[in-house]
């Protein structure tokens, strides 16, 4: 018998945090520093992940989704060299862009 290997918890969020690092060197060129947390990472896991493609969702998804947040923080002024984004969940249905 063919036994299937699910990934746990801890390979998804290194495959959303390896997601991450190219958003993350864009953004360190111009002063902002990106954390993804563990919540953030679940919630954009639970939003994108899907075991038949691998990855590809989860950098989708962070393109169409975080990328274009943070471009549009970026345009308006409310991201700045010197800022520090935190990508985390608050509870369980909610993902949210915090800048701190």
């Given at each position: 018998?063919?036994?299937?290997?699910?990934?746990?918890?801890?390979?998804?969020?290194?495959?959303?945090?390896?997601?991450?690092?190219?958003?993350?060197?864009?953004?360190?060129?111009?002063?902002?520093?990106?954390?993804?947390?563990?919540?953030?990472?679940?919630?954009?896991?639970?939003?994108s992940y899907d075991h038949n493609y691998g990855a590809?969702?989860?950098?989708?998804y962070l393109e169409n989704t975080v990328v274009t947040?943070?471009?549009?923080?970026?345009?308006?002024?409310?991201?700045?060299?010197?800022?520090?984004?935190?990508?985390?969940?608050?509870?369980?249905?909610?993902s949210s862009l915090d800048d701190c």
């Amino acid at each position: 018998a063919l036994s299937c290997s699910i990934l746990g918890t801890n390979q998804l969020e290194k495959i959303c945090h390896n997601a991450m690092k190219g958003v993350k060197r864009r953004l360190e060129t111009q002063g902002i520093r990106v954390i993804l947390e563990s919540s953030g990472a679940r919630v954009i896991l639970d939003e994108s992940y899907d075991h038949n493609y691998g990855a590809r969702p989860v950098e989708r998804y962070l393109e169409n989704t975080v990328v274009t947040t943070l471009s549009r923080m970026l345009i308006s002024g409310d991201l700045t060299s010197g800022s520090v984004v935190h990508i985390e969940s608050f509870d369980a249905e909610d993902s949210s862009l915090d800048d701190c």
